[in-house]
């Protein structure tokens, strides 16, 4: 949602965008997506809007009456669009996968402000560190650009755009990456935020800064992000780990909040469960970051506790502090939720994120089981009562630690998980025939010319007789990234091996779940499952699971 105006939204519904006012009554569709709000500050009532994703289409809308001028660009598949002030589109990162190109390329575009015409700044190999533009400056012949060549994290740079070249730090972090950054009346950035375990905001300009550290001091423990005009009104979005979000107007003058509304009003905070910062050394030295959520029973005890191992997907992706749907519910029947950052997540850096390609199966994996090991043996979880949990990769990784280290889970649940690598390379996929993609794939995982090497002595479908602990199988029936056939084929190989396999499928869902039915039918089979082979003793009294999924 974007404030097009102070009384009309732009609005993103999935399926396309729509302009509405303040009582949610639609005024125009607008196109495929909102992209953002023209200019700074004050509300324009114009936005940047996709038209037509597939050919790669732009436009600056009204917001009120979706009359819209279109953008232009060099041809390519945009990656990032980068605008000035006044809303001219000014930086395009573009990727090339043309028919007859040996390999698809990324490239930066500039255009001065004063011109029709575009220049090429940079190109690079999908699979290489490149930069990308992050706004242009009122400064001619420059740019603001995200960048980390030269450094692990990704920071925010100068560029010169005449010598074509980085030019000086402006804001980075030693070992976070810079998740965003926002300005509220100009066009450079007003704050940055990092991405460390936990969110962390540090303001530029004084005036928000002690605006920042009052609110803080109000709402401690939380993230606070603040909007508006700090001469008028302030509005603040406060979230946490046991609070979904909770909005508030900061009157300035009292330096006191009033509540505005709540998102997902439903959810209790006082029920929830706190989600604790921790880390630990794998076996090669490697620092792993993870988060850990205690139910109230192992808070009140000593005793160790039945352990749900939560793996995130991507790999190249990672979980953030703040409340989970899933890591409560699980909290809430009585179960630890562990949820290691393993090597190849994002967000810490080149060096950590490197650190995982081609780790499919084997130092990734380690991560994980050193962390299990590691909360064993400080106490915190039972031995006897471990459940591996993950979708997408994190159901590869829950199936592969069944195999791996079988004697550590006692139950495994896998959601649109893969589970033959070689095939996820050879076989249809909605990436398999993107050049660009099979790039990545060859550089993040391996190269498929060595499946018979590199991927079949990690892959769970070649190796389904060695798992000993109950599975359950989910999976989209129309998963276009990882299809069905992949947990079809699990299921088939464990049946034959005499393996205890539960199998799902969801109708009408791909990689992912979408509709609130589906949602509620995947915690009632997961539930049910851990209910029969991991059991709490005592699980405390809970809400139906369409509850929390409000």
Same mark, same amino acid.
């Given at each position: 949602m974007i404030w097009a105006d102070n009384d009309v939204l732009a609005v993103n519904l999935g399926y396309d965008a729509e302009s509405m006012d303040l009582d949610g009554k639609k005024l125009r569709t607008l196109g495929e997506k909102v992209v953002r709000r023209v200019g700074f500050g004050a509300a324009s009532g114009e936005v940047i809007v996709v038209k037509d994703a597939r050919n790669?289409? +732009?436009? $600056?809308?009204?917001? $009120?009456?979706?009359?819209?001028?279109?953008?232009?660009?060099? /041809?390519?598949?945009?990656?990032?669009?980068?605008?000035?002030?006044?809303?001219?589109? $000014?930086?395009?990162?573009?990727?090339?996968?043309?028919?007859? *190109?040996?390999?698809?390329?990324?490239?930066?575009?500039?255009?001065?402000?004063?011109? /029709?015409?575009?220049? *090429?700044?940079?190109?690079?190999?999908?699979?290489?560190?490149?930069?990308?533009?992050?706004?242009?400056?009122?400064?001619?012949?420059?740019?603001?650009?995200?960048?980390?060549?030269? %450094?692990?994290?990704?920071?925010?740079?100068?560029?010169?755009?005449?010598?074509? #070249?980085?030019?000086?730090?402006?804001?980075?972090?030693p070992t976070q990456d810079i998740l965003s950054y926002d300005g509220i009346e100009q066009p450079a950035f007003d704050y940055v935020a990092t991405a460390g375990m936990r969110r962390e905001q540090v303001w530029f300009d004084p005036a928000w800064a002690a605006m920042q550290e009052q609110v803080d001091v109000l709402l401690p423990g939380r993230v606070n992000v603040m909007s508006g005009d700090p001469r008028r009104g302030v509005l603040v979005l406060s979230y946490g780990d046991v609070d979904p979000g909770t909005w508030y107007y900061f009157d300035i003058a009292k330096k006191s909040l009033v509540m505005v509304g709540k998102t997902r009003s439903s959810v209790d905070p006082a029920k929830m469960r706190p989600m604790e910062v921790m880390s630990y050394k794998a076996a090669d030295g490697l620092t792993i970051p993870a988060y850990l959520t205690r139910p109230a029973a192992a808070a009140a005890s000593a005793s160790p506790a039945p352990m749900i191992v939560l793996i995130h997907g991507g790999p190249i992706a990672r979980d953030h502090w703040g409340w989970d749907a899933e890591v409560q519910?699980?909290? =809430?029947?009585?179960?630890?939720?562990?949820?290691?950052?393993? $090597?190849?997540?994002?967000?810490?850096?080149r060096r950590f994120e490197e650190a995982g390609y081609g780790e499919w199966?084997?130092? !990734?994996?380690?991560? +994980?089981?050193?962390?299990? %090991?590691?909360?064993?043996?400080?106490? +915190?979880?039972?031995?006897?009562?471990?459940?591996?949990?993950?979708? @997408?990769?994190?159901?590869?990784?829950?199936?592969?630690?069944?195999? *791996?280290?079988?004697?550590?889970? #006692?139950?495994?649940? @896998?959601?649109?998980?893969?589970?033959?690598?070689?095939?996820?390379? @050879?076989?249809? =996929?909605?990436? %398999?025939? =993107?050049?660009?993609?099979?790039? %990545? !794939?060859?550089?993040?995982?391996?190269?498929?010319? !060595?499946s018979a090497t590199l991927f079949d002595p990690v892959s769970p479908l070649k190796h389904a007789a060695r798992i000993k602990a109950p599975v359950l199988l989910m999976h989209g029936r129309e998963d276009e990234r990882v299809p069905i056939a992949h947990g079809r084929r699990m299921r088939n190989a464990l049946e034959a091996n005499g393996k205890t396999v539960s199998w799902v499928v969801f109708n009408e869902e791909g990689h992912g779940l979408h509709y609130q039915r589906s949602q509620v039918a995947y915690f009632e089979a997961m539930l049910d499952f851990l209910g029969k082979h991991l059991p709490v003793a005592a699980p405390a009294a809970a809400p139906p699971a369409a509850t929390v999924l409000e």
């Open positions: 790669n289409k +732009i436009a $600056r809308c009204k917001a $009120r009456t979706a009359e819209c001028t279109p953008l232009w660009h060099p /041809p390519g598949e945009p990656l990032r669009y980068a605008f000035d002030k006044q809303g001219n589109l $000014r930086a395009v990162t573009l990727l090339n996968s043309g028919l007859f *190109k040996d390999a698809s390329t990324v490239s930066n575009w500039y255009r001065p402000a004063d011109k /029709p015409t575009w220049t *090429k700044l940079a190109e690079f190999g999908v699979d290489e560190d490149y930069w990308v533009p992050a706004y242009a400056p009122d400064e001619p012949d420059t740019l603001v650009i995200s960048s980390r060549q030269g %450094r692990d994290t990704r920071a925010l740079f100068g560029y010169d755009t005449v010598e074509r #070249r980085q030019t000086e730090l402006l804001a980075g972090h519910l699980l909290a =809430n029947r009585g179960y630890l939720v562990f949820q290691p950052q393993f $090597r190849g997540s994002s967000g810490f850096g199966g084997k130092a !990734m994996q380690d991560d +994980i089981t050193d962390g299990v %090991r590691h909360l064993v043996a400080q106490g +915190i979880a039972d031995p006897q009562r471990i459940c591996i949990v993950g979708g @997408s990769y994190g159901g590869y990784a829950a199936l592969w630690g069944l195999v *791996k280290t079988p004697e550590l889970y #006692r139950c495994g649940i @896998s959601f649109a998980g893969v589970t033959d690598i070689g095939d996820f390379f @050879s076989n249809w =996929n909605d990436i %398999r025939f =993107n050049k660009a993609s099979r790039q %990545r !794939m060859k550089r993040h995982i391996g190269d498929s010319s !060595m």
